[in-house]
């Protein structure tokens, strides 16, 4: 089955514990992206990335990091999270043209006291 | 700046209606748009693309359009049912050559009661 897996789910840590969301993908897609999603303010793309070792900047890229060593994953790495942080976390991969229809993971609900 | 606007005010429709969101846009020369469907806590579901140069697209219940005078794409759920009942997101994609960015509205909530 074609998806887009994250782990965890679900995730309460504490300020400046380092943590990371993996996100892993079986299409063989080439983009890949994490977004954030608060009440009031949709989707907002951190990073995304177009190939392996080919990462950039979203629209809020602060306080996030992420790596593609390997074209089926995206891990998103919190240094030091920071309770502004916490929010609701989704991975997404697709083909390589914005035009192509994009796949998203169940999503990583992350709270940082 | 470039902005993507849907209503932010839920629209409850009764069952077997149909239900007509909006999505209008500005400051964006979009090559392609699409719609997303989003349940709570869940990931966003494609549902429909549309091109530029494409003024109608239709998948079972749904209708899109899309008219670049207006900016303006419409989301037509025909004989609705309560299952429908979803947040429903339309997202921009520029042209193929100028980015790769697929940019999202903040969405409008459907209810659709028995």
């Known amino acids: 089955e074609a998806q887009v897996t994250q782990n965890p789910r679900y995730l309460i840590t504490v300020t400046g514990k380092k943590l990371t969301v993996t996100c892993s993908q079986n299409?063989?897609?080439?983009?890949m992206s994490w977004y954030r999603q608060d009440p009031g303010l949709g989707l907002r793309q951190i990073y995304y990335s177009m190939n392996v070792e080919v990462t950039d900047k979203g629209d809020v890229p602060e306080g996030y990091k992420v790596s593609r060593k390997e074209k089926r994953n995206f891990p998103l790495i919190l240094e030091s999270p920071s309770p502004n942080q916490t929010s609701l976390y989704f991975c997404?991969?697709?083909?390589?043209?914005?035009?192509?229809?994009?796949?998203f993971g169940p999503g990583t609900r992350l709270t940082v006291l | 700046s470039q902005k993507i606007e849907q209503n932010s005010e839920a629209l409850n429709i009764q069952e077997g209606k149909t239900a007509t969101l909006t999505c209008n846009y500005t400051?964006?020369?979009?090559?392609?748009l699409q719609w997303y469907r989003q349940d709570p806590g869940r990931g966003p579901v494609f549902l429909l693309l549309?091109?530029?140069?494409?003024k109608e697209k239709r998948k079972e219940r749904l209708k899109v359009t899309f008219d670049t005078t207006l900016k303006q794409s419409l989301f037509h759920i025909t004989a609705s049912q309560p299952a429908d009942s979803a947040t429903y997101l339309c997202a921009l994609a520029p042209n193929s050559n100028s980015g790769y960015a697929l940019n999202f509205g903040k969405g409008t909530s459907l209810l659709v009661t028995p």
């Open positions: 997404a991969s697709r083909r390589r043209l914005a035009g192509n229809e994009q796949f």
């Open positions: 400051n964006y020369s979009p090559a392609y």
């Open positions: 299409m063989n897609h080439e983009y």
């Open positions: 549309i091109r530029e140069n494409e």
